[in-house]
């Protein structure tokens, strides 16, 4: 215990030696995350607060567009996603550049007489560029009524091969052919369950203030797990490391000393910031101790980065990537429910999804936090056993 109390002596008259860069390590991550969250909360806030704003121009101008058109316009399914304006080509793509448009859609000429015949005529759909979240939807939307349209044409020619093969009148074949068309396509249409809709109560769909609140909380708290470990970092030259071996430091001594140190920095910052953001938290208290489990894991595994690449310069490239990725796909920046599926299944093998799965728990007052904690716990164990066995490793090649 002497060993490991001196080795803490050590690293914080460090960390006090370079405290304008512990006061930068504090503040920065806060300033960046609030960017961010700004930044963020422009994108999405707006698009999912009134129906996107689309422009049709219908070049075919026929009864059937016609009901399409009007099935998109007043269908109440509809009207929660999309506002639609009918205009002119040039007028669309005027609004398009005066970002007033999330997309426009072209409906070509002779359209509904090319699915009639089979022919692959498609609508030509614009994206706006400014309105990434907006165009992403709208062409899901497309793709799928894209799939609708495949699947009534399928249904058609079955009925038009059935009849032939029968060897039924031609009058009997157009008259069927017609009501086909209206039945597997424009009555199939409007009948208001074309798209599935599913209803997912998870914190991201309920509050989505909370929910980046908390996606800024546990980034800083990550990026302060990153930045103490590296302020103690210098305790553990290769130079001062040789002096510590030979007074039977050992690599337990040294790595409880490092957890301890660096947690307590965390912790400090961690309580001078809670005042600023108390009121805005749910369950201060919990969601508190939470945080802290959650800084004590991203230590472990900043740790384990740090007795892997055992150099400076390629510990703070990787752990810069490594930051990168949690955030990506961790669902900070985006729930990971929009990710694609196999990307989402990617996910769930880092951290943070599981950090933001807890804190997703903890404000909605829902049941399996215990399983969260049991997956944090298992990552410390494995950052922290894995990092052992890397620092065994250095510390043979340093005293060698």
Not at 33 to 51: A, D, H, K, Q, Y
Not at 360 to 372: A, D, N, R
Request: hydrophobic share 50%; aromatic share 10%; proline share 3%.
């Amino acid at each position: 215990m002497g060993k490991v109390k001196a080795l803490l002596n050590l690293q914080f008259k460090t960390v006090i030696k370079q405290w304008k860069l512990l006061l930068a390590s504090f503040l920065v991550p806060i300033l960046v995350v609030t960017g961010i969250g700004l930044l963020v909360s422009s994108l999405f806030e707006p698009e999912l607060r009134e129906p996107f704003k689309v422009a049709i121009v219908d070049k075919e101008s026929s009864m059937e567009t016609g009901y399409i058109i009007q099935h998109l316009t007043e269908a109440e399914h509809m009207k929660s996603m999309f506002s639609v304006i009918e205009t002119t080509e040039e007028e669309a793509f005027q609004l398009l550049e005066q970002d007033e448009i999330a997309a426009v859609m072209i409906i070509p000429d002779q359209f509904s007489k090319d699915i009639a015949r089979g022919i692959n005529t498609p609508v030509k759909v614009v994206g706006n560029s400014q309105r990434p979240f907006q165009s992403q939807m709208i062409r899901h939307f497309m793709e799928s009524a894209a799939d609708f349209v495949s699947a009534a044409q399928s249904g058609v020619n079955t009925v038009d091969a059935f009849l032939r093969e029968a060897n039924v009148s031609r009058e009997m074949i157009r008259q069927a052919f017609q009501t086909s068309i209206v039945d597997f396509s424009f009555h199939a249409l409007g009948r208001n369950d074309v798209y599935e809709e599913v209803v997912v109560d998870q914190l991201h769909t309920t509050d989505l203030e909370q929910y980046y609140l908390g996606s800024g909380l546990i980034g800083i708290v990550m990026i302060w797990a990153f930045f103490s470990l590296w302020l103690t970092r210098g305790s553990m030259e290769n130079t001062v490391l040789r002096r510590l071996v030979v007074s039977g430091v050992t690599t337990r001594h040294r790595f409880t000393a490092r957890l301890i140190s660096t947690f307590i920095i965390v912790l400090i910052q961690l309580v001078l910031l809670t005042p600023f953001i108390w009121d805005m938290i749910s369950q201060p208290i919990r969601l508190f101790l939470y945080l802290l489990l959650m800084g004590f894991m991203f230590i472990t595994c900043f740790l384990l980065i740090e007795a892997i690449t055992m150099n400076e310069k390629p510990m703070l490239i990787v752990s810069t990537i490594m930051l990168l990725i949690f955030l990506l796909l961790g669902g900070h920046i985006l729930p990971t429910v929009y990710l694609p599926a196999w990307l989402e299944n990617v996910s769930a093998l880092l951290p943070n999804y599981w950090a933001m799965n807890g804190y997703s728990m903890i404000v909605s007052e829902q049941e399996g936090l215990t399983g969260v904690i049991l997956a944090s716990v298992c990552f410390m164990l494995v950052f922290w056993l894995a990092a052992y066995l890397f620092e065994k490793i250095r510390v043979r090649r340093v005293i060698t």
